[in-house]
């Protein structure tokens, strides 16, 4: 499932609904985004994180897809914040769920790697110099190219 | 046909969201880079890197040889930063 919303979300709560009941998952993974407060020797005072509608939400789904293609999950969210937030707060939350751990972490990671170079997002950071739009990282595309072959695994030598 | 901008290329064009209908002669998404360049001083100066800019038509990704159609939605964003 995917969300893109201004509120905050609560990532306990999000993982209980996940999992509550489901008795085939041995393993969950979250990562959570968080704003930093300082940009090289700058401190942010807030980013706002701009995104464009309808594009968006289908990007993070076919992203979605594709770890479910990829990985034997039993289930997985994306939630990604827009609007302004400040130092501290949460932007994006990726959990993965699966029988065994591997399979969750591994397609945890793809997710993020491939929802940072690929979901049409823009962040504007506010300094005490003005505001800028974020440049793109090239050890960003370097962490989602590593996925573009689908990793060699065998379900049933995990754990 | 149906334009958006995003993050610094709607700061540096001053516009969010028009409605333009292209020349003829406009037929894929470089021919169409090159006649919003000539639009004015905030085009040619967003749109002088080609490389900086990501085009999608219709939600897809899209390049510079790909076609557009006048009844497409062309969107123009830098490459992205979000997650």
């Not at chain 1, 897809?65 to 990829?70: F, G, H, I, K």
Request: net charge negative; hydrophobic share 45%; charged share 25%.
């Amino acid at each position: 499932m995917i969300r893109i919303q201004t509120d905050d979300f609560d990532v306990g709560a999000e993982i209980a609904r996940l999992s509550s009941g489901r008795h085939g998952i041995g393993g969950v993974v979250a990562f959570v985004g968080l704003v930093r407060d300082m940009v090289g020797e700058r401190p942010i005072e807030a980013m706002t994180l701009e995104h464009y509608p309808g594009m968006s939400e289908k990007m993070l789904a076919r992203i979605e897809a594709e770890a479910r293609a990829r990985w034997p999950l039993e289930d997985s969210l994306i939630i990604h914040r827009v609007g302004r937030l400040e130092p501290g707060e949460r932007i994006v939350l990726v959990i993965t769920a699966s029988a065994h751990r591997q399979a969750a972490f591994e397609a945890c990671q793809f997710l993020i790697d491939w929802l940072k170079t690929r979901a049409p997002f823009w962040k504007l950071e506010e300094t005490d110099a003005g505001a800028h739009w974020v440049a793109a990282r090239a050890d960003d595309d370097a962490a989602a190219a590593r996925w573009t072959v689908p990793p060699g695994r065998d379900p049933e030598a995990a754990e | 046909m149906k334009l958006l901008y995003f993050a610094w290329l709607k700061t540096m064009t001053g516009v969010a969201e028009e409605e333009v209908s292209p020349p003829p002669e406009v037929t894929t998404v470089a021919t169409l880079l090159d006649w919003l360049k000539a639009r004015g001083p905030g085009f040619a100066e967003a749109l002088a890197d080609p490389a900086a800019v990501r085009i999608a038509i219709n939600q897809e990704y899209a390049r510079p040889g790909d076609p557009v159609r006048p009844d497409d939605e062309v969107a123009l964003f830098p490459p992205v930063t979000g997650g």
